[in-house]
């Protein structure tokens, strides 16, 4: 009887995923073209706009945005170690990296800006919904308005 209900389960998911197959194969090829603009290997020069911080906290805390967001947990994960990055208002992640191979660290570059607003120029790369920039310049833009006690108590 065990036996039985094992094959037939089998059977179930076999048969679901054969009548299913076709669908998501279209939804997927339908997310790779719909991405496939976000791809841009040769790198496009502009600027971006948002927070220096941490990685960690915006991608676990869907709560901390631009605008809002802790200025202690920012400086204390960016000073553990954490990657920083540039977080926009559209909630866009951009990754400071250099022009050079072998990469080095852009991290002594952004520490004085962890918790500014900046406004970013360089070159942009995009590869399966990552960004990058390459920082020509940076600067901190002092008339946005920020709350970086967000989440205190």
């Not at 790779?32 to 040769?42: E, G, I, L, P, W």
């Not at 990296?97 to 406004?119: H, I, T, W």
């Amino acid at each position: 009887m065990k036996l039985f209900r094992s094959v037939s389960m089998v059977l179930a998911i076999v048969g679901a995923t054969a009548i299913a197959g076709p669908a998501i194969d279209l939804h997927a090829q339908q997310t790779q073209s719909s991405t496939a603009s976000d791809d841009t290997d040769t790198g496009v020069p502009m600027a971006i706009e948002g927070i220096v911080r941490d990685v960690a906290c915006p991608m676990q805390n869907h709560k901390s945005t631009a605008t809002n967001f802790n200025l202690e947990c920012a400086l204390a994960c960016a000073k553990a170690g954490s990657p920083l990055i540039i977080l926009t208002k559209t909630d866009e992640i951009y990754f400071p990296v250099s022009a050079q191979m072998p990469d080095p660290s852009q991290r002594e570059r952004l520490m004085p800006f962890v918790g500014k607003y900046v406004r970013a120029t360089g070159t942009v790369y995009r590869r399966n919904g990552t960004r990058t920039i390459v920082i020509k310049d940076i600067s901190e833009m002092k008339d946005v308005k920020l709350n970086s006690k967000a989440g205190e108590e």
